[in-house]
Structure formats: structure tokens, C-alpha cells
């Protein structure tokens, strides 16, 4: 049975991932030239979510900073916060890249609960201070818009990230609807595979989504210190973010683009 | 007060009320066959859908939420399958839970090993009776917002959810969203028009009469539906109107009566 939904898994599922063998100008790029040892040190993912619990053991300590948007008035504005999670989402998100890169430090930017209508405006604001204010070179976004106001504004964040070198990871959404910035070229898209590996992510060719990688029944912190087994493309994207981490801490100075290139050049189906 | 049959304007001596009449008189018929729908109708889709859902996915249960603005709430409204009967009018905050992290941010997910979190909606699930091991939710939404979430509690058997289920799932939340969507449509468009009926319908109504009528009606409409606030307006001037603007009023009651009409079936290719 088929849909007509954008089953952005698909290139990522089954006989479909077969066909994405890549013949790139890679062969003097390898993984551990790209992801270095490293660790993600010297780099500060942010994290726009709902929330991580700074002390649950997957964290491993690392996170250094908790904000929270509030609404006010008509607009928005970024408040220091304790850290919490309001549903345990954003600890999860945290723990995939912490598992992935334990010398990264990681800013947590609560954006859940301002916002239930889902206009996107607190989303955006979120977005905005990630981008200008929380010191990050690496922003991991598990939620987007589907608001067509909010369309113009975050294009604009997420050109201002590309050119401020800070790379914004964020997943798509599987439902009928369009959501941005997930689709944004600038951004890095990602799906999840059923490929029952954290370390396996393949570099989709015909995008929208150019990225999968690990999604399907993933083990994840969660809220209260505990564990949960999850699937979704939002539990994907911090696969993508813990390896971008250590392509940035091995390589100072490489750009979003670059760290976007090397990502492709050592996925699983680049030859 | 208006009588079936008994419909009369102040404009009945012009060319064009014999088309302005029926195409009003259609309307009304339509509002009135929406008005005794609501809110059995819309809950018959929702359960449908429920239903349709737990026999898909052989699973023990499946629920719809929609989001309340005035109690800033999501409502689980219907339920189908035996372990989700006693969940239906559980009321939980928007911003807490899978249903709420679903709502907010339009992120489909599934999570298994539920009752491993002692805090995990905890108190929901003992609220219905029913703790899961595993939920696939998905938002209800389309281009106008998220306006709920659609839950899929444990299969039968040891099958999880995957990541075909949530997209299948998606189609489910898309259905149920369009009849949603239809639904308030209707049910909207049938409180103005018979609230405005009854005023045109008296001979020597007052005009500050109407005006008072119409503003009645669509207190509470949707915000942003313009198609509704012109009409209004149409209406309300139709008293005094020449002839060319009585007809914008048939168009705009025409095109109405066609956007009220209910969603032709959807398949799926196979």
C-alpha cells in the first residue's frame, strides 16, 4: 500500500537505501579523518527542544546552560531556566549527542509551552537567541513551523546562521504539510533509517531530506533519570548533530558547508 | 421569526429574489440538517477514524485529542478499542506528555517502554485505567495549524511501531482533520445563517435589528475566516441594496453552500 504522503524515510528504508551508493571524490577522506578523536571538545551544541534534565547520568554533566522563551505581552523574550524538561524529549536529543561527542558542551533552549497554537513565534524567538546569543556553532533542532508567517523569518535565521558559521541540524516532519526551517537548503535535513545501528547514516542525493540516520527503536534518556526506547526523524537529528560536533572540534574552522560536505563524504553509502 | 416556506424580503419585487430566495432557503436547509449533526455528527467521524485506527494497527486502543483555546486544554474526545474507553474527556495540559510534546511541536514519535518512566504521564494513564507499553502520536493538523493529536496505544503481539506506521497513521490524522476542519465549517456558516434568516425573514425587521443579529452570529466564529465575515456584511447591506450587490449576495451564499457541503470520501492508491 502506498500514500501520497512525503515518506521522507523512504530513500532510507529497505531495498530503496540499496540504491544510494555514492561514487563522490571521497577516497582520501575516511571517518576517522573526519571524526577525528576529538570528542566534540571546544564545541557547544544548543539544543531547541523541551528542555534537558542537567543531571541525568546521560548527560554526563555537560550541559552549562538553561533557557527558557516566555511570552510577553505580544512578543517573546529568553529567560534564564532551570534544567528541566518539561516532557523528556530534549534530554534525549541531549543524551544522542552526548553518547556521540562527551566533550561537547551543550546549551539547552526550552521553547516547548509558550506557544500552543503553534504559530512558531516562540519557536522563532528560541531559534534567535540559539543562533546570536548561546554561543554555539551547532544548533539541533527536533521541532519546526508549519506557520506560513513565520516562513520569511526563519529563512532569514537560517541564512544569519549559515553565515554566522553556525550549522543548524534539523528534522523533518513526516505529515502532509510543509515545516520549515527543516526544509531550507541551508539547514541539515534528516530522517530517520531502519538501520539498527547509531553509527550507520547515509547521505541522501536527491533532497529535500539529506540525511539518515538512526531513528528506528532508539534507547534515549528521558525525563526523571530514566531510559525509554523511541522512533521518530526527531530522535535521528542528534545523531546527525553528535557527528557534526566532531567534525567541527577535529577540523577548527571548518565551515557549516564543509562540515554539510564532509557528513556526505563518509556516510555509509559513499564509496 | 422565519416559517418554513413563508420566506419574504423587502426586495422580493426585483428580478433576481426568486434565485436570492432559493439559494437562501438552501443554505438554511443545509444549516439546519449541520445544527441537529452537531455535535453527534463530528464526534461520529472522530470515532469512526478511532475506530478505523485500533483494527489497522490491531491495536488496544486509539484516541483523538483536539485543542481547546478557551482552556487552553487538550480534550480526548473519542476512543475506540476496549483499554480506551475510559479516557475520553481527560483533559491534559498541552505542553506536557507525548500527546502535548506531539501537539506543540507537529512531531510525529513513538515511544515503548512507557511504564519503564515512573513519571510518565503517569497519572493520565491511571486516570483511563490503563497503562501503555508503547504509543505512536501523531498531530491532526493541515495548513490552518495543529488542531490535535491522534494516539495509538500497544499492538496485539509483540510488533512495535515503525516508522511506516507513523506515516500510515499520518494519513488517519490527515482524515480526521479534514472532517474536523468540515465539520466546524459547517457548523459555524448554520449559527450565522440562521440567526440572520430569522431577522431578514420579518417584513419591517429593523435594520439595527439585523445588525444586532448578525453581530450575535458570528461571535465565536473562527478567527480568520474571512468568507464568513463577508458574508455578514453582505447580508446586512442586502436590506438596502440595488440589485447588483444582491447578487454578490447570491454568489457569496452560492459559493457557502458549496463549501458546506460535506468532503467527498477519500481513497488511498494501492
Known amino acids: 500500500m502506498t500514500t501520497e504522503l512525503p515518506a521522507w524515510s523512504e530513500p532510507f528504508v529497505g531495498e530503496r537505501r540499496d540504491g544510494l551508493a555514492r561514487h563522490g571524490p571521497w577516497g582520501r577522506v575516511d571517518r576517522d579523518w573526519a571524526l577525528g578523536d576529538a570528542g566534540g571538545r571546544g564545541i557547544r551544541v544548543a539544543i531547541v527542544d523541551s528542555g534537558v534534565e542537567g543531571s541525568h547520568p546521560a548527560i554526563g554533566g555537560r550541559l552549562v546552560d538553561s533557557v527558557a522563551v516566555e511570552r510577553d505581552g505580544a512578543d517573546w523574550r529568553v529567560v534564564p531556566a532551570p534544567p528541566d524538561d518539561l516532557v523528556g524529549h530534549g534530554t534525549a536529543s541531549a543524551g544522542v549527542i552526548h553518547d556521540l561527542a562527551p566533550e561537547a558542551d551543550l546549551v539547552s ?3 516547548l509551552g509558550v506557544d500552543n497554537k503553534g504559530n512558531g513565534g516562540g519557536f522563532a524567538a528560541g531559534l534567535a537567541w540559539a543562533i546570536e546569543q548561546s554561543g554555539a556553532s551547532i544548533v539541533n533542532l527536533s521541532l519546526s513551523s508549519r506557520s506560513d508567517t513565520f516562513f520569511g523569518q526563519l529563512h532569514e535565521l537560517a541564512d544569519e546562521a549559515y553565515f554566522r558559521n553556525v550549522l543548524l541540524v534539523s528534522a523533518v516532519n513526516n505529515v502532509a504539510v510543509a515545516s520549515y526551517p527543516s526544509l531550507f537548503a541551508a539547514v541539515v535535513s534528516v530522517a530517520a533509517h531502519d538501520v539498527p545501528r547509531p553509527d550507520a547514516w547515509f547521505y541522501n542525493p536527491e533532497p529535500p531530506v539529506e540525511f539518515g540516520a538512526h531513528g528506528l527503536n532508539v534507547d534515549v534518556a528521558w525525563r526523571g533519570g530514566t531510559r525509554m526506547t523511541v522512533t521518530g526523524n526527531s530522535f535521528a537529528a542528534p545523531h546527525i548533530t553528535g557527528l557534526a560536533a566532531r567534525i567541527r572540534s577535529a577540523h577548527p574552522g571548518i565551515t557549516p558547508f564543509e562540515t ?3 557528513l556526505a563524504a563518509t556516510a555509509d553509502n559513499a564509496t | 421569526m422565519y416559517v418554513p416556506g413563508s420566506l419574504r424580503f423587502g426586495l422580493m419585487n426585483e428580478p ?4 436570492l430566495l432559493r439559494a437562501l432557503e438552501a443554505v438554511a436547509a443545509r444549516a439546519a440538517v449541520a445544527a441537529r449533526l452537531e455535535p453527534a455528527g463530528g464526534e461520529a467521524v472522530l470515532r469512526s477514524v478511532a475506530d478505523a485506527t485500533v483494527t489497522l494497527f490491531d491495536a488496544e486502543a486509539a484516541s483523538i485529542a483536539l485543542y481547546e483555546p478557551a482552556t487552553d486544554r487538550l480534550v480526548i474526545r473519542v476512543a475506540a478499542g476496549t483499554a480506551g474507553e475510559g479516557a475520553v474527556g481527560l483533559a491534559l ?3 506536557e506528555g507525548i500527546a502535548g510534546y506531539v501537539f506543540t511541536t507537529g512531531q510525529p514519535l513513538v515511544v515503548s517502554d512507557v511504564a519503564a518512566d515512573p513519571r510518565f504521564d503517569r497519572s493520565t494513564a491511571e486516570g483511563t485505567g490503563y497503562v501503555p507499553r508503547s504509543i505512536l502520536a501523531v498531530p491532526l493538523v493541515d495548513d490552518g495549524g495543529t488542531i490535535g493529536v491522534l494516539e495509538v496505544l500497544d499492538r496485539h503481539g509483540d510488533a512495535g511501531f ?3 506506521d507513523i506515516e500510515l497513521a499520518g494519513v488517519f490524522a490527515r482524515q480526521a482533520t479534514v472532517a474536523i476542519r468540515a465539520s ?13 434568516l430569522a431577522a431578514l425573514a420579518a417584513p419591517d425587521a429593523n435594520p439595527d435589528d439585523v445588525e444586532a443579529a448578525v453581530a450575535a452570529a458570528i461571535v465565536g466564529l473562527d478567527d480568520g475566516d474571512d468568507g464568513l465575515w463577508a458574508l455578514a456584511d453582505a447580508v446586512a447591506r442586502a436590506r438596502a441594496a440595488a440589485p447588483g450587490e444582491v447578487a454578490l449576495v447570491v454568489d457569496i451564499l452560492d459559493a457557502l453552500a458549496r463549501r458546506a457541503q460535506p468532503p467527498a470520501p477519500r481513497t488511498f492508491r494501492r
Do not use: F, Q
Open chain 1, 109 to 111: 533552549i526550552r521553547v
Open chain 1, 260 to 262: 554539510k560536505a564532509l
Open chain 2, 16 to 19: 433576481l429574489d426568486d434565485r
Open chain 2, 93 to 95: 495540559a498541552p505542553s
Open chain 2, 162 to 164: 515503525g516508522l511506516r
Open chain 2, 184 to 196: 466546524r465549517v459547517e457548523r459555524d456558516t448554520g449559527e450565522l445563517l440562521r440567526t440572520v
